[in-house]
């Protein structure tokens, strides 16, 4: 059995548009392993959710994956039938998506929509089902939980759906759950404790995450490792201690600079100028290098290597081994 759970190799994701072939993602490259958390972190439209569907094989038309192989547990899943992924899927892997009200059944009690997955992935009867779906909303910490078993998705609160969504995503036991911006459009004290379920319950059921967001704090509070990504490719990789207090890639350090720290609550807040670009035509050479305080003619002309730099450690940039950067984290 392979040491990883879940490996990524070259994937390249496109979008074919009558604008042009929009490259999602070109070329990313990514592994979990066992029990590990790793948070993918970048600007909207940098590629993260498009990575994460096309883990599962859920890139919606006109998407297509073009190239690349994906491994669970060392079998390509890419090269499944559909009826083998409808059984991974909601099986070995979870998915919580960005907005649970788009994903849960108007019409449907919580109760009916969280038994329906139960049965539809395990040998069990209804009755049997409904006990386990109240089981895991009372897991997910969802108060009255035999009330809520019988309300609509229009009756709860935003926090409380994502809780039904989290409680969905783990029903059947999955080795991998992927998350993809479990907090987003939650208040601070609502996100706080969405965090707190995943980080309990990745101990509790021994699971492996992929945790996507925007949010630096959280990949600071929550992961074991982070991938940082740029209008479809990975700019850099490491343990979170490592890309936090000693940035490789000038996007890393643009990320973490423009967070909002208290240490440094007087001066400006930095951002990062310009804009992502047209994933139609992108920028040659390093797709960052418009942007880029420290660009030269090489990375303009020549298109960088994801490389290694030391152990566990991975980075897409032309000047990595020269360039100086700051972290706010390491002051």
Same mark, same amino acid.
């Given at each position: 059995?392979?040491?990883?759970?879940?490996?990524?190799?070259?994937?390249?994701?496109?979008?074919?548009?009558?604008?042009?072939?929009?490259?999602?993602?070109?070329?990313?490259?990514?592994?979990?392993?066992?029990?590990?958390?790793?948070?993918?972190?970048?600007?909207?439209?940098?590629?993260?959710?498009?990575?994460?569907?096309?883990?599962?094989?859920?890139?919606?038309?006109?998407?297509?994956?073009?190239?690349?192989?994906?491994?669970?547990?060392?079998?390509?899943?890419?090269?499944?039938?559909?009826?083998?992924?409808?059984?991974?899927?909601?099986?070995?892997?979870?998915?919580?998506?960005?907005?649970?009200?788009?994903?849960?059944?108007?019409?449907?009690?919580?109760?009916?929509?969280?038994?329906?997955?139960?049965?539809?992935?395990?040998?069990?009867?209804?009755?049997?089902?409904?006990?386990?779906?109240?089981?895991?909303?009372?897991?997910?910490?969802?108060?009255?939980?035999?009330?809520?078993?019988?309300?609509?998705?229009?009756?709860?609160?935003?926090?409380?759906?994502?809780?039904?969504?989290?409680?969905?995503?783990?029903?059947?036991?999955?080795?991998?759950?992927?998350?993809?911006? #479990?907090?987003? &459009? /939650?208040?601070?004290?609502?996100?706080?404790? +969405?965090? !707190?379920?995943?980080?309990? %319950?990745? $101990?509790?059921?021994?699971?492996?995450?992929?945790?996507?967001?925007?949010?630096?704090?959280?990949?600071?509070?929550?992961?074991?490792?982070?991938?940082?990504?740029?209008?479809?490719?990975?700019?850099?990789?490491?343990?979170?201690?490592?890309?936090?207090?000693?940035?490789?890639?000038?996007?890393?350090?643009?990320?973490?600079?423009?967070? #909002?720290?208290? &240490? /440094?609550?007087?001066?400006?807040?930095?951002? +990062?100028? !310009?804009?992502?670009?047209? %994933?139609? $035509?992108?920028?040659?050479?390093?797709?960052?290098?418009?942007?880029?305080?420290?660009?030269?003619?090489?990375?303009?002309?020549?298109?960088?290597?994801?490389?290694?730099?030391?152990?566990?450690?991975?980075?897409?940039?032309?000047?990595?081994?020269?360039?100086?950067?700051?972290?706010?984290?390491?002051?």
């Amino acid at each position: 059995m392979p040491g990883n759970l879940l490996e990524v190799e070259g994937l390249k994701t496109y979008f074919y548009t009558w604008a042009g072939v929009v490259k999602a993602v070109d070329g990313v490259s990514l592994h979990i392993d066992r029990s590990e958390t790793l948070g993918i972190v970048g600007e909207s439209g940098s590629g993260k959710t498009v990575t994460a569907l096309s883990v599962m094989r859920l890139v919606p038309p006109p998407g297509r994956i073009v190239q690349g192989k994906i491994r669970f547990y060392g079998e390509s899943v890419l090269a499944k039938s559909e009826s083998d992924m409808q059984v991974l899927r909601g099986g070995a892997m979870g998915y919580i998506f960005q907005d649970p009200t788009s994903t849960l059944n108007p019409v449907y009690t919580i109760g009916q929509q969280l038994s329906e997955v139960i049965m539809r992935h395990r040998d069990i009867t209804k009755s049997d089902a409904l006990h386990e779906a109240l089981r895991l909303l009372e897991l997910v910490e969802i108060p009255e939980a035999k009330v809520r078993m019988n309300q609509f998705p229009h009756q709860l609160s935003g926090g409380m759906k994502q809780r039904i969504a989290v409680a969905r995503a783990i029903s059947c036991s999955p080795h991998l759950l992927i998350a993809d911006e #479990p907090t987003t &459009a /939650l208040d601070v004290t609502i996100q706080a404790q +969405i965090l !707190g379920i995943l980080r309990t %319950l990745k $101990e509790k059921l021994n699971l492996s995450m992929m945790l996507i967001t925007h949010d630096m704090g959280i990949v600071a509070e929550t992961c074991d490792r982070v991938t940082v990504l740029y209008a479809g490719q990975v700019c850099e990789t490491g343990t979170v201690e490592q890309v936090f207090l000693n940035p490789k890639h000038p996007y890393t350090e643009a990320l973490l600079t423009s967070v #909002p720290h208290l &240490a /440094l609550r007087k001066e400006k807040l930095s951002v +990062i100028p !310009g804009n992502v670009p047209n %994933l139609i $035509e992108p920028p040659s050479g390093c797709r960052f290098h418009p942007r880029c305080k420290y660009v030269q003619q090489i990375c303009i002309d020549k298109v960088p290597e994801l490389e290694p730099i030391e152990d566990g450690r991975w980075v897409h940039c032309h000047r990595a081994k020269e360039l100086e950067l700051k972290s706010p984290m390491a002051s």
